[in-house]
């Protein structure tokens, strides 16, 4: 049964699931995969997002942060502290989880204007650069189902894929701007993107242009750190 658990959690490690995507993609029968599914949930290492759809669970990312495992948080604090100073932006670190995208770590301006995202906050995937790429290299079906009511197209998402970052300019709020790049786990897989944001007046309306090459770098330095942590 535990080898069961484990396949549920596995297939959910690529993104929301209803329970029809989650017999599909373990081959359990549908009774079994749904009483896993709930006993799972109950114990918090799986939830369910606004569509009812099966994710992660919170658990999880305790669990992690507990055992000292998740070496991508103890590696964004000093990235992001560089960035921020290299760019004079705040600078984040989201991950996905569901229908929204959290912020799990952060290194903010010490003074001045600032476009303040907390460690914790939990934004929308309908907007935003980040948004943006934590969707852009989804699966076909996924990524149709994301932009569905999505200040962004498919088009734009397209731009993404190809240049590998993103702007934002008051897509998600009025004023503000961001630029973001993918951090890549085991196989490729975009699980993070590094983010800097920051007022339009500050950080310009083509964001991209003076900030993306830092980002991208520290969003692979971070990919770096994963692969390394994969081989050893």
């Known amino acids: 049964m535990l080898d069961k658990a484990a396949c549920v959690l596995n297939a959910l490690e690529s993104g929301p699931a209803t329970l029809a995507q989650l017999v599909a993609a373990t081959g359990l029968a549908r009774p079994t995969a749904h009483r896993l599914a709930v006993a799972l949930e109950h114990h918090r290492l799986v939830a369910r997002d606004l569509q009812g759809r099966f994710v992660l669970g919170p658990r999880l990312a305790e669990l992690s942060t507990a055992a000292g495992e998740d070496r991508l948080l ?3 604090g ?5 960035l921020r100073d290299h760019s004079g932006e705040s600078a984040q670190l989201f991950r996905r989880q569901g229908d929204q995208r959290i912020c799990v770590a952060a290194a903010e301006r010490p003074m001045g204007l600032r476009d303040s995202i907390p460690v914790g906050a939990v934004l929308p995937m309908l907007a935003g650069s980040a948004a943006q790429v934590l969707l852009a290299w989804e699966e076909p ?11 962004f197209t498919a088009t734009q998402l397209a731009a993404v894929r190809r ?14 701007a961001s630029v973001s790049a993918p ?6 897989r975009v ?8 007022p339009i007046e500050r950080i310009s309306k083509q964001p991209g242009r ?17 692969r390394r942590t994969e081989e050893g």
Do not use: C, F, Y
């Not at 000093?78 to 560089?82: D, I, K, N, T």
């Not at 590998?164 to 004023?175: K, L, T």
């Not at 951090?183 to 490729?188: E, L």
């Not at 003076?210 to 994963?226: G, P, S």
């Open 74 to 76: 103890v590696a964004a």
């Open 78 to 82: 000093p990235v992001l502290a560089a």
């Open 141 to 151: 079906d996924r990524l149709h189902r994301g932009l569905q009511g999505a200040k």
């Open 163 to 176: 240049h590998g970052w993103s702007q934002s300019v008051s897509e998600r709020e009025a004023g503000a």
């Open 183 to 188: 951090v890549r786990g085991p196989g490729g």
């Open 191 to 198: 699980v993070a993107a590094v983010s800097i944001s920051g």
């Open 210 to 226: 003076i900030h993306a090459a830092a980002v991208v770098a520290a969003a692979n330095r971070l990919t770096e750190v994963l």
